[in-house]
């Protein structure tokens, strides 16, 4: 049968990338997002075949409507050979403001608590199976932190680390775990940005090596190879040097910024 991928976060930026890519090579597509019309407006425009697409609603956040989509994509599509979870949110936070500690938990709340709920409902089936892969989508600011980046740089570092455990987890029964580290990507997420982003790559790009990559069933990858280069670098300045270097970088911007 059609491979059938599962995205999350899918009305936009990587995600939508991700979905037009795998579609061009002839894949079935179970789509997840919060904001399904505008899914389905893009489907339209991009003349999608409707027999080789699902859209479902669901916020990664809520546990309980993740495993109900999943049980609906097995039940309606069939048990997925990728599942992508790629839903994330990036708010720059500050310790100092009480406010922000809500921050932190919503981030957490998707970017960690909403990546395991997005694999949950299939990985007992996948084993069972014996084959399948899930990715993670992490981000290359997981290997060093940002300042004012703390809430999202702790989660994607902490998405590094559960996809780790998990790819010893599936290791027995031939599943794989694919960790993506995306550097700075051309999406709505990051054109807000008011620091300088190295090695800016376009979304279709970054689409394509991440396909190659999911398909080689690479355990880690830094997108591209360049930020990749730059983080292990900077992973391995001394913390005076890197704290000295960081200091006077503009901030992400906080909620209401």
């Not at 994330?88 to 957490?108: H, K, N, W, Y």
Request: with cysteine.
């Amino acid at each position: 049968m059609t491979e059938l991928v599962f995205i999350t976060g899918a009305s936009s930026g990587i995600g939508q990338a991700l979905a037009m890519r795998y579609y061009r090579d002839g894949a079935r597509l179970a789509l997840v997002a919060r904001r399904t019309a505008e899914v389905e407006r893009w489907a339209a425009e991009q003349q999608l075949d409707a027999t080789r697409f699902k859209v479902y609603g669901a916020d990664v956040a809520d546990e309980g409507a993740m495993a109900r989509t999943g049980r609906d994509c097995i039940a309606s599509q069939g048990l997925p050979d990728v599942v992508i979870a790629n839903a994330g949110i990036s708010i720059g936070m500050d310790t100092t403001e009480f406010a922000d500690l809500d921050v932190m938990r919503r981030v957490f709340a998707t970017n960690n608590v909403g990546l395991a709920a997005t694999f949950h409902p299939f990985v007992a089936a996948m084993n069972a199976r014996g084959s399948g892969t899930l990715v993670g989508i992490a981000s290359v600011a997981a290997i060093r932190g940002l300042p004012g980046h703390g809430a999202y740089s702790a989660s994607k570092a902490a998405v590094v680390a559960y996809c780790e455990s998990l790819r010893g987890e599936c290791r027995p029964f031939g599943v794989k775990v694919v960790t993506l580290l995306p550097g700075y990507i051309d999406t709505p997420l990051t054109r807000g940005n008011r620091y300088s982003m190295p090695f800016l790559m376009r979304v279709d790009d970054f689409a394509d090596q991440a396909v190659r990559a999911i398909r080689a069933q690479v355990s880690y990858r830094v997108i591209p190879w360049q930020m990749g280069v730059l983080a292990k670098v900077l992973r391995l300045l001394p913390n005076w040097l890197y704290d000295r270097a960081l200091g006077s970088r503009p901030r992400k911007q906080r909620a209401g910024q």
